[in-house]
T-cell receptor, first 117, second 113 residues
Framework: GAVVSQHPSRVICKSGTSVKIECRSL??????MFWYRQFPKQSLMLMAT?????????EQGVEKDKFLINHASLTLSTLTVTSAHPEDSSFYIC?????????????FGPGTRLTVT | GESVGLHLPTLSVQEGDNSIINCAYS??????FIWYKQESGKGPQFIID?????DKRQGQRVTVLLNKTVKHLSLQIAATQPGDSAVYFC????????????FGKGTTLSVSS
């Protein structure tokens, strides 16, 4: 149980285009999902917290108009990188908390490798 | 307070040795800590967790030690195997607050046979 999927696993896009990444909890409901970004040889950096049915909370320095987050259901959150540039190339990872557990582990997706050319 | 235990970005061991990976966490209010293993191109994989009311927890071949006084966490891997080669991260949060995990700097473990 507690599986989180991401789609696509890797994507290449041209500079100036937008790309959407999906994060799904497959066997549990997730009120809250989190989006992280990881540059090569670095740690995971929290970008935003996504709450079902409400606006996402962004970390300092993360542009909310560039990284659009939608959490329309208890099993799906999407991250859209708008007007992507080469510096947005990174590994994007989501995680989810089980709605019916008040604490405990977060479950991570397998990540999405974004390359902007 | 200051942390003890040096964080090393890389650690190289021989197969069969015991490995110790250290982490200094930042928030004295954190009460939940997790160690993750990350292989190249993959998401983090849960290894073991510990809550702040404990100072030691053991799993299969792994032990986590928590020193709240100096905000230090360590992961011990017994009889390290080549398959243990990966990047290891510690993460912390305030569990009941439902906040995101904050990750520490990773340590790349290389196991040679």
């Amino acid at each position: 149980g507690a599986v989180v999927s991401q789609h696509p696993s890797r994507v290449i896009c041209k500079s100036g285009t937008s790309v959407k990444i999906e994060c799904r909890s497959l066997d549990f409901q997730a009120t809250t999902m989190f989006w992280y970004r990881q540059f090569p040889k670095q740690s995971l950096m929290l970008m935003a917290t996504s709450n079902e049915g409400s606006k996402a909370t962004y970390e300092q320095g993360v542009e909310k108009d560039k990284f659009l987050i939608n959490h329309a259901s208890l099993t799906l959150s999407t991250l859209t990188v708008t007007s992507a540039h080469p510096e947005d190339s990174s590994f994007y990872i989501c995680s989810a908390r089980d709605h019916y557990r008040t604490g405990g582990e977060q479950y991570f997706g397998p990540g999405t490798r974004l390359t902007v050319t | 307070g200051e942390s003890v235990g040096l964080h090393l970005p890389t650690l190289s061991v021989q197969e069969g040795d015991n490995s110790i990976i250290n982490c200094a966490y930042s928030n004295s209010a954190s009460d939940y800590f997790i160690w993750y293993k990350q292989e190249s191109g993959k998401g983090p994989q849960f290894i073991i967790d510990i809550r702040s009311n404990m100072d030691k927890r053991q799993g299969q071949r792994v032990t986590v030690l928590l020193n709240k006084t100096v905000k230090h966490l360590s992961l011990q891997i017994a009889a390290t195997q080549p398959g243990d080669s990966a990047v290891y991260f510690c993460a912390e949060n305030i569990d009941q607050a439902g906040t995101a995990l904050i990750f520490g700097k990773g340590t790349t473990l290389s196991v040679s046979s």
